[in-house]
T-cell receptor, first 113, second 115 residues
Framework: KNQVEQSPQSLIILEGKNCTLQ??????????LRWYKQDTGRGPVSLTI?????NTKSNGRYTATLDADTKQSSLHITASQLSDSASYIC????????????FGTGTRLTIIP | NAGVMQNPRHLVRRRGQEARLRCSPM?????VYWYRQLPEEGLKFMVY????????ESGMPKERFSAEFPKEGPSILRIQQVVRGDSAAYFC?????????????FGPGTRLTVT
């Protein structure tokens, strides 16, 4: 069964600190992995998309890594800001399109001043 | 350049009534996806449509739920005879075909509450 598991379920850190969120998946076949940010009451917003040939991709203070051999990904947030408080969702696609996406349940990140 | 639009943002229905959720994709996008998000759960795929065609409805319950994306106008997700278990956030996403992988953009969602 295709699954995406994320850890931790929730995380609280001080403003300015760094953090790393984890994602393990068992989706097969595999085409690409995406990280989304979802603010409370809003729709998910894409942060990065990585295909199986990419090991790392950055978007500002967000850096995602991918190890397709171990089926693991991480999202590293540098110098956290209060606006980073949100749920971060890992999503795996078996094809280049958006069919059959498997979503993780997300990591709820809270940044405190 | 407006993003994906959904309306209404909040919808309250009594058990047994019908709910109609609308989604206008981003300009130039011809692919629409509907997802449901229950509290404390991940998004679950429901249906994938292109203009006038249902491509994949494998995630949509066979009873009471239907979706369409007409040639003109928004995509509509219709839930007949709603039950309490239908209470959830429903998100629509759209994508074009300009670059692989085909990134999708989400709307703000419609929060359905069944009383």
């Amino acid at each position: 069964k295709n699954q995406v598991e994320q850890s931790p379920q929730s995380l609280i850190i001080l403003e300015g600190k760094n953090c790393t969120l984890q994602c393990n998946y068992t989706v097969s076949p595999f085409s690409n992995l995406r990280w989304y940010k979802q603010d409370t009451g809003r729709g998910p917003v894409s942060l990065t998309i990585m295909t199986f040939s990419e090991n790392t991709k950055s978007n500002g203070r967000y850096t995602a890594t991918l190890d397709a051999d171990t089926k693991q990904s991480s999202l590293h947030i540098t110098a956290s800001q209060l606006s980073d408080s949100a749920s971060y969702i890992c999503v795996v696609s078996p094809s280049g399109g958006n069919e059959k996406l498997t979503f993780g349940t997300g990591t709820r990140l809270t940044i405190i001043p | 350049n407006a993003g994906v639009m959904q309306n209404p943002r909040h919808l309250v229905r009594r058990r047994g009534q019908e709910a109609r959720l609308r989604c206008s994709p981003m300009k130039g996008h011809s692919h629409v996806y509907w997802y449901r998000q229950l509290p404390e759960e991940g998004l679950k795929f429901m249906v994938y449509l292109q203009k006038e065609n249902i491509i994949d409805e494998s995630g949509m319950p066979k009873e009471r739920f239907s979706a369409e994306f007409p040639k003109e106008g928004p995509s509509i997700l219709r839930i007949q005879q709603v039950v309490r278990g239908d209470s959830a956030a429903y998100f629509c996403a759209s994508s074009g075909e300009r670059a692989f992988p085909y990134e999708q953009y989400f709307g703000p969602g419609t929060r359905l509450t069944v009383t």
